[in-house]
């Protein structure tokens, strides 16, 4: 049986469509029992397109810019929180 931890090294190889046949269905027999793996999945599949429209030019600036200024406050709230339960 798939762990966690082994889906998130092959969770790439898994997106890209680059597992053998045999891991592509451990893969999605955990993602069918593990709530937390599916979320991880779906959130790196968004990043993967989010990076690809960014990186290729093809999104519009303003609609990066917003995306940009949003990653910037979710770190920067981020921050915050860790630095109160220090």
């Given at each position: 049986?798939?762990?966690?931890?082994?889906?998130?090294?092959?969770?790439?190889?898994?997106?890209?469509?680059?597992l053998?046949?045999?891991?592509?269905?451990?893969?999605?027999?955990?993602?069918?029992?593990?709530?937390?793996?599916?979320?991880?999945?779906?959130?790196?599949?968004?990043?993967?397109?989010?990076?690809?429209?960014?990186?290729?030019?093809?999104?519009?600036e303003?609609?990066?810019?917003?995306?940009?200024?949003?990653?910037?406050?979710?770190?920067?709230?981020?921050?915050?929180?860790?630095?109160?339960?220090?």
């Amino acid at each position: 049986m798939l762990m966690c931890r082994d889906l998130a090294e092959i969770a790439s190889d898994y997106i890209d469509g680059e597992l053998n046949g045999r891991q592509n269905l451990s893969v999605k027999m955990h993602l069918m029992m593990c709530k937390d793996c599916r979320t991880f999945i779906g959130n790196l599949r968004a990043s993967s397109n989010l990076l690809s429209a960014h990186s290729s030019g093809k999104a519009d600036e303003e609609f990066l810019r917003r995306i940009d200024e949003r990653v910037a406050e979710a770190l920067n709230a981020r921050k915050i929180r860790g630095s109160d339960s220090e």
